[in-house]
């Protein structure tokens, strides 16, 4: 080996660390940040900088599905957020317009936990949680348009369908003050290109966040002075009063969230609303209400609307599904199942009515 090559040899040795080196930076670049990532996806539906920050961790952010025609408002687009090398949970979301029926927020499994979610203040309504995601419910003069703006539904404005924007959490969790923003972006855009944007819609979404998990007192449960389940309703070592969790940030929305201790991992949520949307759409989506004496409202065994001293007023149960099995596994069946139901729904109509300025009424 002649001196020449003695001297070339670490040379070429540092050179090809160094290009190892910049292979694993740039490696680690392209799976763990977004540095020359897109501007924006979906057509420009969702941008770069919302998505990053509804998706608040390490990873690289990209587009995995999207369904938008640029002529027409609606939309379906799903993103992720990936990482490499550092162990970083992928996360995915999917957002997009859909309709909803009813006070949806407060009566279905999909939307569970009511007063574990931030819901907006000011003139928007929406919510968001880091682990289901989030809606905002477009402005009203949205609600009659045709096409996309129905989403997958077939349900119309006349039967108390609602417009939103949602936001579904696939994978992981979300940041749910970055989830706002993204959606209040992408339900301006959506409203502009229809033609009913409102200046709403253009502010910085402010957040009411929940309360955190206590004790729950069983004779004022959910912090409501003298509201108790009926002894019926509390299954022993299946579904016991345990804790609780209480969201009454926003002026107009009240929710609780009741989690019962035993096997059967049970919970129940209370809701009282007087949101116009909510209220509104409730009414027209009245299957199963009757018509209280007095012309104080309507009712169901787990929903009312109530005439109250400053407005309607929309009240809500909603059981979860261990619950429900627990309840028909202790025997409560048929009218008695019914019942269990409508005494405990009373009970909180009958605890939280004053509360609202709203008269005191019998379930029918």
């Known amino acids: 080996m002649t001196?020449?090559?003695?001297?070339?040899?670490?040379?070429?040795v540092a050179a090809v660390a160094l290009a190892v080196v910049a292979a694993l930076a740039s490696s680690y670049c392209w799976w763990n940040t977004n540095l020359l990532g897109a501007d924006s996806f979906c057509g420009g539906r969702l941008g770069s900088g919302e998505v990053q920050a509804a998706l608040d961790s390490t990873g690289r952010v990209s587009q995995v599905y999207a369904q938008v025609d640029p002529k027409r408002a609606g939309f379906?687009?799903?993103?992720?957020?990936?990482?490499?090398?550092?162990?970083?949970?992928?996360?995915?979301?999917?957002?997009?317009?859909?309709?909803?029926?009813?006070?949806?927020?407060?009566?279905?499994?999909?939307w569970k936990n009511p007063a574990a979610r931030s819901y907006f203040k000011g003139g928007v309504t929406g919510a968001v949680s880091q682990d289901f995601g989030g809606y905002v419910v477009l402005p009203k003069s949205c609600w009659d348009k045709d096409g996309p703006l129905r989403g997958r539904g077939v349900v119309r404005y006349e039967d108390g369908a609602v417009a939103t924007v949602e936001a579904k959490v696939e994978k992981g969790t979300v940041?749910?003050?970055?989830?706002?923003?993204?959606?209040?972006?992408?339900?301006?855009?959506?409203?502009?290109?229809?033609?009913?944007?409102?200046?709403?819609?253009?502010?910085?979404?402010?957040?009411?966040?929940?309360?955190?998990?206590?004790?729950?007192?069983v004779q004022n449960v959910c912090g409501v002075r003298g509201f108790?389940?009926?002894?019926?309703?509390?299954?022993?070592?299946?579904?016991?009063?345990?804790?609780?969790?209480?969201?009454?940030?926003?002026?107009?929305?009240?929710?609780?969230?009741?989690?019962?201790?035993?096997?059967?991992?049970?919970?129940?949520?209370?809701?009282?609303?007087?949101?116009?949307?909510?209220?509104?759409?409730?009414?027209?989506?009245?299957?199963?209400?009757?018509?209280?004496?007095?012309?104080?409202?309507?009712?169901?065994?787990?929903?009312?609307?109530?005439?109250?001293?400053?407005?309607?007023?929309?009240?809500?149960?909603?059981?979860?599904?261990?619950?429900?099995?627990?309840?028909?596994?202790?025997?409560?069946?048929?009218?008695?199942?019914?019942?269990?139901?409508?005494a405990t729904f009373q009970n909180f109509l009958y605890a939280t009515a004053a509360v609202h300025s709203c008269p005191r009424v019998t379930l029918p």
């Open 175 to 217: 940041d749910p003050a970055g989830l706002a923003r993204l959606l209040t972006r992408s339900a301006r855009q959506v409203a502009e290109k229809a033609g009913c944007s409102t200046s709403a819609l253009s502010a910085a979404p402010d957040l009411a966040a929940p309360s955190a998990s206590r004790t729950t007192d």
């Open 228 to 342: 108790a389940l009926p002894k019926e309703a509390v299954l022993v070592s299946r579904a016991e009063p345990d804790r609780e969790q209480v969201n009454n940030g926003r002026a107009d929305t009240w929710a609780c969230d009741l989690q019962l201790a035993g096997s059967a991992k049970a919970a129940v949520s209370f809701a009282a609303t007087s949101d116009k949307n909510f209220v509104e759409v409730a009414t027209k989506d009245a299957y199963g209400f009757e018509t209280l004496p007095g012309d104080k409202g309507i009712a169901a065994i787990d929903e009312a609307v109530l005439h109250c001293g400053g407005g309607d007023v929309y009240f809500a149960a909603h059981w979860n599904g261990g619950y429900d099995g627990a309840l028909r596994d202790s025997g409560h069946r048929g009218a008695a199942y019914t019942e269990v139901k409508k």
């Open 3 to 12: 001196a020449q090559t003695r001297k070339k040899k670490p040379v070429l």
């Open 76 to 110: 379906e687009c799903t993103v992720e957020r990936t990482s490499r090398f550092i162990g970083g949970d992928d996360q995915q979301v999917t957002v997009g317009t859909d309709s909803e029926k009813g006070a949806f927020p407060f009566t279905t499994n999909v």
